[in-house]
């Protein structure tokens, strides 16, 4: 008796948990469509309210996406929150307001700013996807910088919004979009821990100031896969700390960056910026052509920290002015006349265990540097099967360096420059 009366409940249980469970799928798919929410998409009309509305709304919904079908939704700042996907159809274009007073002042990354055109803040399972654009509608800013930068007013006393900003968010995922045209930095990842950055274009004119592609700042297990970008400024920076940080600051570390095309830029840089210092990072399969930088490691005596174990592999470059710069006198590269030995302090750059592996550049102005401080060298570089042709050699001062098919060669000057304090072993 017992037994039948399971088996004839069993059907209803198994209804009944088929029901809950689809439920509970039903209900953490939310969609919400801005449209619904009042948005317009006529590029003139300020659909601020409208997109905000429809992010809170998901949000209570315990997430969800909040779509953009194709349209212009001229905006304000928005801000993005735990379980959201931001998703933008193709054809749709989120387009910054062009008026400034829309921005307003905080203070982000420990400094002056100004609020980005989307952000989230302590966040969790956060993502940015589809096959839209988010555009900074930067040119004014750009103007107003140069304008400012000419009078020789700069730093605290003019700032402007980064364009999308992740600030101690969890479970980060950017996927298909194109992010452009920012007003300063275009994707700022600050103290993120697990990131996806994949099949993105980042792009800004090549005159546009301090447009830098990408920058994990502070972060930690970020992957930045199969991006395109051609910008102003750095196309990746990874940073963790400012200049003459009082600290504390939290290193970048766990970076993994792959199958990347970069044009116009600076390249990929790790610093200036790194009073947090920066761990395991790994480049691999990156094409620079045309960029201003292939490869940067940078710092000085005010802005450093341990930058160690990085790992460079199958990297192609062409036209590249400066193929390689590992140097902790930026913005300087080489020292200038008669620097001596100074106090450590714990800004003091220290670079060390910097592998190249099958690294070829061709048609650079300069081979680049690998220079450190005289209290502080370049320790433990490793250059395997690196080929480098410029019209100028490699200078290396204070700096370890082994090389194994480390070959430069040099239309002007010789190929290779030893300066003070260098130790090559090269075969």
Known sequence: MMMNRFIYRAPLLIAAALFFFAAVALHAAAICDAR?????????????????AAI????????????????????????????ITLQLD???????????????AKTEFRAPGMQSLVSATNAEHVAITGEGTIDGNGESWWQEAR??????????????????????????????????????????????????VRNIKVL?????????AIDPFSSSHVTIDHVFADVGDDNIAIKSGMINSPGPDAPSRDITITDCTFLHGHGLSIGSEIAGGAQNIRA???????????????????????????????????GVKNALIISE?????????????????????????????????????SAGAIVGLPEAPVLAVTLRNVRISAQHGMNVGYAEVTGRGFVVTAGENPAIVQAAGAKLNLH
Request: contains cysteine; aromatic residues 8%.
């Open 204 to 212: 800004a004119p090549a005159h546009s100031p301090n447009t830098d």
């Open 36 to 52: 619904t929410y009042g948005a317009r998409g006529d590029g003139a009309t300020k659909d601020t309210a409208a997109l905000q």
């Open 90 to 104: 193709k054809g749709a274009t989120l387009l910054g307001s062009p008026d400034h007073k829309d921005y307003p």
């Open 329 to 365: 006198y930026y913005p300087k590269v080489l020292p200038p006349e008669g620097d001596g030995p100074q106090p450590v302090t714990r800004l003091t750059p220290h670079f060390h265990d910097i592998t190249l592996e099958n690294v070829t550049a061709v048609d650079s102005v």
């Open 147 to 196: 304008a400012y930068k000419d009078s020789g007013i700069l730093g605290a006393e003019h700032t402007r919004p980064r364009l999308v900003v992740f600030d101690h968010c969890k479970h980060v995922r950017v996927e298909g979009v194109t992010i452009q045209n920012s007003p300063m930095w275009q994707l700022v990842l600050y103290y993120a821990d697990d990131v996806v």
């Open 284 to 318: 691999e399969r990156i094409h620079f052509e045309g960029t201003d930088n292939g490869i940067r490691v940078k710092a000085n005596r005010d802005r450093g920290n341990d930058v160690g174990h990085l790992f460079f592999k199958d990297i192609e470059m062409k």
């Open 56 to 83: 809170d709304a998901c949000a209570a919904k315990d997430g969800g996406t909040v779509r953009l079908t194709a349209g212009i939704y001229l905006s304000a700042p928005i801000v993005l929150k735990s379980g």
